[in-house]
């Protein structure tokens, strides 16, 4: 099974901030490759499918980028509702892993 | 509206059974996948298993295989995740999400998730 693995873990940041989550699997999955936000107490949300497809309704601050193996969530101009955990997915026809996960903490 | 609407939390003993649902409403539930995620108290997201209502499909996580079991009723929108015999170790949010098959789309739509403390 392919592995996915989110870096760093915890990232301290302030409002206005910019900031760039990683995930890596560990064999190529092409772009089939999700970001979900989940606050503390509710659900995971789907920000970005695809890699870098944004999901409807979802702030065009929040971008995705790469392939194969190697994919990156940006966040621009983080705002107070933004300070959640970023789970990527890698996700086909046969699973759906998650990463560990990215907590974006209040600097 | 697309909802998931998933039973409320149960407090259960070791070695006891237990039976979750998630009803779905606003879309024809029988053309998306239903997938299962565990979430353990501080933890991150496990994905167990899917199920598609039509035909009752299902593939398993390894991680889970023969420790749940998956299953459907299309006739009442509703997907179920049961244990037959619960551990102290199953403690965890439990959510269930739609997914169109074969689909770009992953999990677009969640539940509001089912808490599950076992304890004795």
């Known amino acids: 099974d392919v592995q996915m693995t989110q870096s760093p873990s915890t990232l301290s940041a302030s409002v206005g901030d910019r900031v760039t989550i990683n995930c890596r699997a560990s064999h190529s999955i092409g772009s089939w490759l999700a970001w979900y936000q989940q606050r503390p107490g509710e659900a995971p949300k789907l920000l970005i499918y695809q890699s870098s497809t944004l999901q409807s309704g979802v702030s065009s601050r929040f971008s995705g980028s790469g392939s194969g193996t190697e994919f990156t969530l940006t966040i621009t101009s983080l705002q107070p509702d933004d300070f959640a955990t970023y789970y990527c997915q890698q996700y086909n026809s046969y699973s759906n892993i998650f990463g560990q996960g990215t907590k974006v903490e209040i600097k | 509206e697309v909802q998931l609407v998933q039973s409320g939390a149960e407090m259960k003993k070791p070695g006891e059974s237990l039976k979750i649902s998630c009803k779905g409403s606003?879309?024809?539930?029988?053309?998306?996948?239903i997938g299962w995620v565990r979430q353990m108290p501080g933890r991150g997201l496990e994905w167990m298993g899917v199920?598609?209502?039509?035909?009752?499909?299902?593939t398993y996580s390894p991680s889970f295989e023969g420790q749940v079991t998956i299953s459907v009723d299309k006739s009442i929108n509703t997907a179920y995740l049961e244990w037959s015999s619960l551990k102290a170790s199953d403690t965890a949010m439990y959510y269930c999400?739609?997914?169109?098959?074969?689909?770009?789309?992953?999990?677009?739509?969640w539940g509001q998730g089912t808490l599950i403390t076992v304890s004795s």
């Open positions: 199920i598609y209502p039509s035909d009752s499909h299902t």
């Open positions: 606003g879309y024809n539930f029988a053309s998306y996948w």
């Open positions: 999400a739609r997914r169109v098959p074969y689909g770009a789309i992953p999990f677009d739509h």
